[in-house]
């Protein structure tokens, strides 16, 4: 059984593994032992805090095999972006260049450094091993985060973001950093992320141009990277946008991987999560069963796992009901895949 919950100090060698195999493709992710460290203490913190309205909270859940103990999967949620440190995004739009005189009307795309996402929610650190990327699974790990944020409403604003990772060469290099990001920082694409990822972010502000940037000044390789999710990032580009997500022409300044956004009310999760009480049977009755996500609704104690259920009559076994650390009669939420 796989069962997602909030990850906690002995987690820590389980994140160092999934920070090496994951091969830095995660700029949240470093394998960085003191980060990591962090990133589960301001998890903890983060729950133990009484929250009205969201600030600098940070949650971040593991999935863990209960046969073996393994952490196999990690995914997070930031409360509100850019309150501690500025969160930098490049907006796409046009700047019209005009002479009455020649009359000549050039309209030329830009890119216009921003910070237009401060205090909105982020979806983050989605990594899934390779062994246990089934879709079911993929669904778990990620939409498990908005149930929590269903049951914890006020902890969350009404924007919600997610930043997809750009496209990237077969050596690991990003077109459109090499065209741009390269020249102002004097550094390759995988330490740029690396002290993005473990917090060094004072050298942005200091360093990026803060005029707008035309696009035919770039490669076309750049050009063509603009707003492209990196090929292994196209599933979950695809359950975000099944989610409500869309893409209005935010990119990431490093790679120009897409920024998606949504209200967080008007998300499939929230809109169709139910709140209903289960029984705990041991015997498995036939019936027509559909798969979905169960979560126990808590805060600190929180745990969620897939289960078949009849949507009539749901029931759970005594282990699914032991790994939610629920009883016969309980609440649960319930989304259906």
């Known amino acids: ?14 994140l160092e593994r999934l920070a090496v195999v994951s091969g830095g493709s995660l700029t949240t992710l470093p394998a960085n032992r003191d980060h990591l460290s962090e990133l589960i203490d301001r998890t903890q913190q983060s729950l133990r805090k009484s929250v009205s309205r969201p600030e600098q909270e940070s949650y971040h ?5 209960s046969a073996s103990g393994e952490i196999v ?6 409360a509100a972006v850019g309150i501690e440190s500025p969160f930098y995004s490049y907006r796409i739009n046009e700047v019209i260049h005009a002479s009455s005189e020649l009359q000549i009307h050039n309209r030329i795309p830009a890119l216009n450094l921003c910070q ?3 205090g909105a929610s982020r979806l983050y650190t989605l990594f899934l091993d390779a062994d246990h990327r089934q879709r079911s699974n993929l669904h778990l790990l990620s939409r498990a985060r908005l149930l929590f944020i269903a049951a914890h409403r006020e902890r969350f604003d009404s ?3 997610a930043e997809l990772q750009g496209v990237q060469d077969e050596n690991g290099q990003s077109p459109f950093w090499e065209s741009l990001g390269r020249h102002f920082f004097n550094m390759d694409f995988a330490k740029a992320n690396y002290l993005t990822g473990i917090d060094s972010k004072g050298f942005i502000a200091e360093l ?18 603009l707003g492209q999710p990196r090929a292994d990032a196209a599933r979950v580009k695809t359950l975000l946008e099944e989610e409500g997500f869309d893409y209005r022409g935010y990119v990431d300044i490093f790679d120009a991987g897409p920024t998606l956004e949504a209200q967080t009310d008007r998300l499939r ?7 209903v009480a289960v029984t705990v049977n041991a015997d498995d009755e036939d019936g027509d069963k559909a798969l979905a996500l169960v979560s126990n609704g808590q805060l600190q104690g929180f745990r969620c796992l897939l289960a078949e259920l009849d949507p009539e009559r749901p029931e759970l076994t005594p282990a699914q009901a032991e790994a939610l650390n629920i009883s016969s009669g309980d609440s649960v939420q319930l989304a259906w895949l």
């Open 1 to 14: 059984m796989l069962l997602l919950r909030p990850v906690e100090f002995h987690d820590l060698q389980g």
């Open 61 to 65: 859940f593991v999935l863990e095999d």
């Open 73 to 78: 999967g990690i995914s997070g949620i930031e």
């Open 116 to 118: 237009d996402f401060t």
């Open 159 to 161: 924007r919600i973001i």
């Open 208 to 225: 990026l141009p803060h005029h707008p940037v035309y696009l035919p000044l770039l490669s076309e390789a750049a050009r063509a990277a």
């Open 269 to 275: 999760t929230l809109l169709g999560c139910q709140s």
